[in-house]
């Protein structure tokens, strides 16, 4: 082999550097042996120069040998059967003696030496398809193909709109729709093929293919604004062409409240066993009145009742939900008692109890404190048996939770075994590999051309010449490697202040006279390089404390101080759901703070990857990644030294994570923030300030510290 050659004789030669030589044999029509050694000779001699031009020449001989011996085995002759004894003068371009016109033979006998039996026939020139029809299809292709052009390009199809109007979503799909409707074999895997998403006008995927294998776990990764959330739609609404037999589920919304109770709305979602349970307390209701008819009834509704094991249901309702983090009381109360966060946990324990074949999760873990979140990740992982996608910017959770990875990137999507850091590795080797590979054809390209311009116009090297123009033609395209930017967040540095910025000494706070005590005697202090995370179960009073600092509330008793020149910057979810949709990011900011130059507004947001078209595009049709990275510019307008931060990794990409951390140990100022994220909370925070019954603890230990206390919390309720 070639390989062994290589390796053996010559004594510097790594696998780049024999995949490239292997290309140059693949792809030339050496016609002899100084033909050969003209070109290989130089390449060997300059990655091993301590062997001599003899030594070269043996080498070159033997890879010749291998070749030549390679290309017999494979049938390859130098001439046909019918050529033998021929010269190669005799091959040289002849004049015809009358001109060819193919067209006419093509014209007696239309396709008849097709292979496909649909075209081995004499074509009937009638035209026998719906014209209308003919025309939609045509330009439906049309402006898919320009679509994909567009892409190509580095193109979108029309400017952004910088009006408001609400943007749609559009798929297309190939499809085999025999397949689609068969449902005979009832298989539960999914696969999709060659589909095309828009949003607006706006190209998310582009001829991409994804497959989802029954039982597996998929983590759908992809940077802020890409289409995951999108694609998550397309599913659940079957605008992709899913069998109709598998049933999907899209926790997206939370449950509207009404007075069914939160145990009573996971148990509806078992419609058999809901409508058996109901009509058995119909028919028990009136039990010493009852027909023989209704007797019967009633045996028959128990014997179904046994058979879809519907005595335990209410007990694994009630361990989901408790897992989710409500007591025995909680899930006794109507649904319209609890806020959007709590509906949303109602909603995703119903999803989990349903159990559908495909389940779809958009960000669950923005909904859950660390208890719930480490909770989530042992049931997906332990109990969960259907197919799940999720998307989610916790990296942990990533690491714990999916089998199988899926990137979307570069209008379409690569899938990777294993959980994220996997991924990351196996990302960054591929895109190693296929450096490597683009710069070795470049390498093959430039030496061929190189020797294109240098002969061509030398008549005795007229055939060598040409062979290397078609080695040229024949070479697949590698395009160069579309690196993914880096995602940069910058906060500006706050002018010169000293001291204390705030201070709660005794602290306490209840929202009514009447009612509960939220925060204790709280005593804590924060200076100018402080970098604290407050941590604690939801509903514990975290968000309360920072409200606190930031003046919002009022303290009940105790006395809050701090520098009456330190400015507060503060960051919200509710901050986010506020952003007027109908503006754009620059007309936002000059909205909240007139008077200032475009160039300020627009420095603010790019502070945060807002820039270019992007920021002028309206708010309505940013994700919600984006959104956040829109206020968070809101924030830093005032210039502040302390930064309040209440889940400010909600809705965030991975990578934009990992740039918010390193922008905040970089800022000059002071930072308090509530997250859940271990890996955020790790890279930035120094103190971490525990809530617990109206109580604030600091931990020495730091994360580790409060996992333990999760862990243990979670074991009392096994």
């Avoid at 249901?313 to 109507?334: C, D, H, K, V």
């Avoid at 909205?591 to 708010?619: M, N, T």
């Amino acid at each position: 082999m070639v390989d062994s050659i290589l390796k053996e004789k010559l004594s510097v030669v790594d696998q780049d550097v024999v995949r490239y030589i292997k290309t140059a044999l693949e792809c030339e029509d050496f016609d002899s042996f100084e033909h050969f050694f003209f070109e290989l000779g130089p390449i060997l001699q300059s990655y091993d120069s301590k062997k001599s031009a003899e030594e070269i020449s043996e080498v070159t001989k033997l890879i010749w040998k291998e070749r030549q011996d390679s290309d017999e085995s494979n049938g390859y002759l130098p001439f046909d059967d019918d050529l033998q004894g021929m010269t190669k003068s005799d091959l040289r371009p002849q004049k015809l003696l009358q001109p060819v016109t193919i067209a006419a033979e093509f014209e007696k006998s239309a396709l008849k030496d097709s292979s496909s039996i649909f075209l081995n026939c004499q074509l009937d020139k009638t035209l026998r398809v719906d014209r209308k029809r003919l025309e939609k299809a045509e330009a439906k292709l049309k402006s898919k193909q320009e679509r994909r052009e567009a892409i190509a390009a580095g193109l979108t199809l029309s400017a952004p709109k910088k009006t408001y109007e609400p943007a749609t979503a559009s798929t297309t799909q190939q499809v085999n729709r025999k397949d689609a409707n068969n449902d005979s074999t009832k298989v539960r895997d999914i696969k999709l093929e060659n589909f095309d998403i828009s949003f607006g006008d706006r190209v998310l995927l582009s001829g991409a293919d994804m497959t989802l294998v029954f039982g597996r776990r998929y983590g759908l990764c992809g940077r802020n604004g890409y289409g995951k959330s999108t694609l998550l739609r397309m599913i659940s609404s079957r605008q992709l062409i899913i069998p109709k037999h598998v049933t999907i589920l899209h926790v997206e919304q939370e449950v509207i409240g009404d007075d069914t109770t939160v145990i009573d709305s996971l148990l509806q979602t078992n419609e058999v066993r809901y409508k058996l349970v109901k009509r058995e307390r119909e028919l028990s209701a009136h039990k010493g009145e009852m027909s023989e008819k209704e007797l019967k009834e009633l045996a028959d509704v128990h014997a179904k009742l046994q058979d879809v094991d519907a005595d335990s249901e209410p007990a694994r309702a009630s361990s989901i939900l408790f897992g989710l983090g409500f007591t025995q009381s909680m899930q006794q109360r109507a649904t319209r008692e609890y806020s959007g966060g709590w509906r949303m946990r109602i909603a995703l324990a119903r999803a989990l109890f349903a159990e559908p074949d495909l389940l779809l999760l958009d960000e669950p873990t923005n909904m859950l404190d660390f208890k719930a979140n480490l909770w989530l990740r042992e049931y997906l992982t332990t109990k969960w048996e259907s197919t799940l996608l999720v998307v989610s910017h916790d990296r942990e959770f990533l690491n714990s939770v999916p089998t199988d990875i899926l990137h979307l990137h570069s209008h379409r999507l690569d899938s990777y075994k294993g959980h994220y850091d996997i991924f990351v590795r196996a990302k960054a080797e591929k895109m190693r590999n296929q450096i490597r590979e683009y710069e070795a054809q470049q390498q093959l390209r430039q030496h061929t051309q190189e020797f294109i311009d240098r002969f061509r116009y030398n008549a005795k090297r007229a055939p060598l010449v040409q062979s290397k123009i078609k080695m040229l033609e024949k070479l697949p395209v590698i395009k160069p490697i579309e690196k993914e930017s880096p995602v940069v967040f910058k906060f500006p540095e706050p002018s010169v202040i000293s001291g204390t910025l705030f201070q709660l000494d005794d602290v306490s706070f209840k929202y009514s006279p009447d009612g509960p005590y939220i925060l204790k005697n709280v005593n804590i202090s924060a200076s100018l390089d402080s970098r604290i995370c407050v941590v604690g179960d939801n509903g514990s009073g975290k968000t309360t404390l920072l409200r606190i600092i930031t003046g919002e509330n009022e303290p009940t008793s105790g006395e809050k101080r701090g520098k009456s020149s330190a400015i507060l910057g503060y960051f919200s979810q509710h901050h986010v759901d506020q952003l007027p949709m109908d503006l754009n990011p620059v007309q936002c900011l000059a909205k909240r703070f007139p008077g200032k130059p475009l160039e300020v507004y627009r420095a603010s947001l790019g502070k945060f990857g807002i820039s270019g078209d992007l920021a002028l595009q309206s708010i309505e049709t940013l994700s919600g990644g984006q959104k956040s990275r829109v206020a968070f510019a809101s924030m830093i307008m005032l210039n502040p030294h302390m930064l309040i931060l209440d889940e400010p990794t909600n809705h965030l990409d991975v990578e934009s994570i990992e740039a918010l951390a390193d922008a905040l140990l970089k800022f000059q100022g002071t930072v308090v923030l509530v997250s859940h994220d271990e890996q955020f909370i790790k890279s930035v925070c120094k103190e971490l300030w525990h809530v617990e019954d109206g109580q604030v603890t600091c931990l020495k230990e730091g994360f580790d510290q409060y996992v333990a206390l999760v862990k243990a919390a979670l074991e009392k309720m096994h």
